[in-house]
């Protein structure tokens, strides 16, 4: 029951009529019986310094953030920690005795997910990431952040976006090495214990899709991670599961992001079995 001591927690987003974190966050609440309430707020970019100024006026214990504000919020916070810095984006503000922390979770969602998820206790020594938008930004922070990682690929459809991103992580460029997607990209994969895709190729409603336009550098001891979630076998997934290597959906690394999240605001660690299968049962609603 919502009552007058019930505390407001959300996500700031524009659009974020499609979100699955209200699920996620509410359906772990519920399970935990914690009296909170987890909704969305549509905010336009032009609004969010006013939304930021609510959200103190309001004591709104805590929001996620989600495009278009996750890199424009951080001028408005009274604090940033290091690593959201490090990755040049907000996703979490924590509101905690009068004053506003954030933080990014994103990094962490992705370790947990790949030792968890993926059953790697240890990175391989030779990665390949695709992608280079902010989703990219945060997990190439996490993998930089593990020793045992001695090697990235860094592949982009626009290879100049690559490598930015790579100076801006590793000034010179000792472990990454940016290049273009291309058809050409297969061939360099064939050496790499763990492929993760963080574009939005094979997302709804794209299914057909698949970033590697050659799948025989798949091979049996290969983890492969698709950060796309929608649908949840993507096709590069499928080809992953053909090939007898251990395909790993971005359900995971969704939930465990959100769970960190939600440790952070309430001190609870949260089961993140019920926010899966929120987030899933909400994928099925939104599909039918
Ligand atoms: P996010 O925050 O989810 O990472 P983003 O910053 O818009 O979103 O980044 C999207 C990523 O998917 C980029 O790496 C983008 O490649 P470009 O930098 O070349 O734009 C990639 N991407 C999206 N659609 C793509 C497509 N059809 N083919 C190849 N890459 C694509």
């Known amino acids: 029951m919502i009552s007058g001591k019930t505390r407001v927690l959300g996500v700031i987003g524009h659009p974020v009529e499609h979100t699955s974190s209200p699920a996620m966050h509410n359906a772990a ?12 707020f549509a905010v336009r ?7 930021i100024a609510g959200m103190r006026a309001l004591q709104i ?6 495009v278009p504000h996750k890199v424009g919020v951080m001028a408005l916070l ?12 907000v ?10 922390i954030g933080h990014n979770t994103d990094a962490y969602g992705i370790m947990q997910s790949l030792r968890l998820d993926g059953g790697l206790e240890t990175l391989p020594s030779r990665v390949a ?38 100076v801006t992580l590793d000034p010179e460029c000792k472990r990454v090495q940016p290049g273009v997607l291309d058809a050409s990209s297969s061939d360099l994969l064939r050496d790499t214990g763990l492929l993760i895709n963080a574009t939005a190729i094979g997302m709804y409603p794209h299914p057909d899709a698949s970033p590697l336009l050659d799948p025989a550098c798949l091979h049996p001891g290969m983890v492969v991670l698709d950060i796309v979630y929608n649908p949840l076998e993507t096709l590069l997934l499928r080809q992953a599961r053909q090939a007898g290597a251990r395909p790993v959906d971005g359900l995971g690394m969704l939930a465990r992001q959100g ?27 939104a599909a039918s």
Request: with cysteine; aromatic share 6%; hydrophobic share 50%.
């Open 61 to 66: 214990c805590g929001l996620n953030v989600t």
């Open 29 to 40: 609440l519920a399970a935990l019986g914690l009296d909170y309430v987890y909704t969305a």
């Open 129 to 166: 990431l695709l992608g280079a938008g902010g989703a990219a930004r945060a997990i190439l922070y996490a993998l930089l952040q593990r020793p045992e990682v001695e090697h990235i690929a860094l592949f982009n459809r626009t290879p100049e976006k690559a490598a930015a991103l790579a």
């Open 91 to 100: 996703n979490t503000i924590d509101h905690r005795e009068g004053r506003l």
């Open 78 to 89: 009274d604090e940033v920690s290091p690593e959201a810095r490090a990755i040049g984006a």
């Open 259 to 285: 769970a960190r999240a939600f440790a952070i605001w309430t001190g609870v660690e949260p089961p993140v079995e019920v926010m899966r299968a929120a987030a899933l049962e909400r994928l099925a609603k």
């Open 45 to 51: 970019p032009e609004n969010l310094g006013q939304a």
